[in-house]
């Protein structure tokens, strides 16, 4: 019996990308390169700054302009970071139907605190979430466990009795080592070569709202 739902932020709860890419074709922009389409940046948002710089820069952390690009990267994002974001079809009508059946839930990300609170707060979601749980909340972050089970402490609630829904491996490995139910989110930030079937979920959904399937014994 699921007592609460625990969700990813970006590529899940919400449509992040195109603030996301909007920041990453800013630092390429300011380096005189051709920017990206978003078609592009799109299965990398999920993995934020280190992931999009490595797609448009072809860098990782230190790199001699790693830090000077990351830092541009941020700037941009947190200004803009929710000119373009959106919740994804279905999941304000999943919400409402998780409150009105008094399931808490909540978000677990791997976005820094200072991005994931402002972001949920213009969305109109902060107050309403049973938690929000950032990247740098806990001392690790997923694929490691912690974060989905200081969630589940938060909300009073057994792990085991949590589904996580998340369109990434990391978070089907943190679901499975908290002992959650993990589902994917198809329509979230796959990348076409990931092969999902092979990743440790109890499940899929093509919707945010197709998660109530799971939600009924």
Same mark, same amino acid.
């Given at each position: 019996?699921?007592?609460?739902? &625990?969700?990813? @932020?970006?590529?899940?709860?919400?449509?992040? $990308? +195109? !603030?996301?890419?909007? %920041?990453? =074709?800013?630092? /390429?922009?300011?380096?005189?390169?051709?920017?990206?389409?978003?078609?592009?940046?799109?299965?990398?948002?999920?993995?934020?700054?280190?992931? &999009?710089?490595? @797609?448009?820069?072809?860098?990782?952390?230190? $790199? +001699? !302009?790693?830090?000077? %690009?990351? =830092?541009?990267? /941020?700037?941009?994002?947190?200004?803009?970071?929710?000119?373009?974001?959106?919740?994804?079809?279905?999941?304000?009508?999943?919400?409402?139907? &998780?409150?009105?059946?008094?399931?808490?839930?909540?978000?677990?990300?791997?976005?820094?605190?200072?991005?994931?609170?402002?972001?949920?707060?213009?969305?109109?979601?902060?107050?309403?979430?049973?938690?929000?749980?950032?990247?740098?909340?806990?001392?690790?972050?997923?694929?490691?466990?912690?974060?989905?089970?200081?969630?589940?402490?938060?909300?009073?609630?057994?792990?085991?009795?949590?589904?996580?829904?998340?369109?990434?491996?990391?978070?089907?490995?943190?679901?499975?080592?908290?002992?959650?139910?993990?589902?994917?989110?198809?329509?979230?930030?796959?990348?076409?070569?990931?092969?999902?079937?092979?990743?440790?979920?109890?499940?899929?959904?093509?919707?945010?709202?197709?998660?109530?399937?799971?939600?009924?014994?």
């Amino acid at each position: 019996m699921i007592e609460a739902v &625990l969700f990813d @932020l970006d590529g899940t709860f919400a449509d992040t $990308a +195109p !603030d996301l890419g909007e %920041a990453l =074709n800013h630092v /390429l922009a300011l380096r005189g390169l051709p920017t990206l389409p978003l078609a592009t940046i799109r299965p990398q948002a999920s993995h934020g700054s280190p992931g &999009l710089l490595k @797609l448009g820069l072809g860098i990782e952390p230190g $790199a +001699p !302009d790693y830090d000077d %690009a990351r =830092n541009d990267f /941020l700037q941009h994002y947190e200004a803009h970071i929710c000119d373009r974001t959106h919740l994804f079809s279905g999941m304000s009508a999943l919400v409402a139907e &998780l409150e009105q059946r008094d399931l808490p839930w909540g978000i677990v990300t791997n976005k820094p605190h200072r991005f994931t609170v402002p972001l949920m707060e213009k969305l109109g979601y902060a107050k309403r979430a049973a938690c929000l749980v950032s990247g740098d909340t806990c001392e690790q972050a997923k694929p490691h466990p912690m974060p989905l089970l200081h969630a589940a402490e938060l909300m009073g609630v057994n792990a085991a009795r949590c589904l996580y829904l998340g369109d990434d491996l990391r978070d089907m490995q943190a679901a499975q080592a908290a002992g959650m139910i993990g589902i994917i989110a198809n329509y979230g930030y796959l990348d076409p070569a990931s092969n999902t079937s092979a990743w440790p979920a109890a499940g899929s959904v093509q919707t945010p709202f197709a998660l109530l399937r799971y939600l009924t014994p």
